[in-house]
């Protein structure tokens, strides 16, 4: 299947600070990327819809200040986390919908994990 | 997208065929099945998809009733590596904002000796 890498995997920050997390399809062009958040034993829960040269759209009760989604290319999408706070501390996963396979298949990045301090 | 139904939780012997079900009957004529997979700590990884046919690929077999209304998952020879929580996730194919993958709970498959 497609591949989707984030980076960085892990990411440690202080509050106060913003931290940046990219998303790449390595083998298809993405118009469209999705940004989740998950907290331990829950489910994912989507933040927000990444266009490509175009505003993100946000999911009701998503601070579109607080998390800044830039889709600047075909292949990359990035989310800053502005202002951090511990509570901000999740597992961010980004995903990309191949529009050469059918159905439209999206795929899923390894997930970045972010602890606030 | 429409919901979907699907048990919390499910138990398969190691080398047997792990079978997931899962209804969606407000399914419309336009949304696939798709299912996914998490093993703990990572991103959630594509597993197939369907739309009225049943399928099958390397990891996985779909079955979709003839009415759409529900589908199983079938993995023939459950491994460890297996165990995981499963999705399943019905979606439109389009590129409008309803072609956007809404999770539910899923099911925790545990695979064991």
């Known amino acids: 299947g497609a591949v989707v890498s984030q980076h960085p995997s892990r990411v440690i920050c202080k509050s106060g600070t913003s931290v940046k997390i990219e998303c790449r399809s390595l083998d298809f062009q993405a118009t469209t990327m999705f940004w989740y958040r998950q907290f331990p034993k829950q489910s994912l829960m989507l933040m927000a819809t990444s266009n490509e040269g175009s505003k993100a759209t946000y999911e009701q009760g998503v601070e579109k200040d607080k998390f800044l989604i830039n889709h600047a290319s075909l292949t990359l999408s990035t989310l800053t986390v502005t202002s951090a706070h511990p509570e901000d501390s999740s597992f961010y996963i980004c995903?990309?919908?191949?529009?050469?396979?059918?159905?439209?298949?999206?795929?899923f990045g390894e997930g970045s994990w972010l602890t606030v301090v | 997208d429409a919901k979907t139904t699907q048990p919390t939780s499910m138990d398969c012997a190691e080398g047997r065929a792990a079978n997931l079900p899962c209804n969606h009957s407000t399914i419309s004529g336009n949304e696939y099945v798709y299912w996914y997979r998490q093993i703990h700590s990572q991103g959630p990884q594509y597993i197939i998809h369907?739309?009225?046919n049943n399928e099958t690929n390397e990891m996985a077999s779909l079955i979709i009733t003839e009415d759409r209304k529900s589908s199983t998952l079938i993995l023939p020879h459950a491994t460890l590596r297996d165990t995981a929580v499963y999705y399943c996730i019905v979606r439109a194919s389009n590129t409008g904002t309803a072609s956007k993958l809404t999770f539910g709970t899923g099911t925790r498959l545990q695979v064991t000796l």
């Open positions: 369907g739309l009225k």
């Open positions: 995903s990309a919908r191949d529009p050469g396979q059918s159905g439209n298949t999206i795929y």
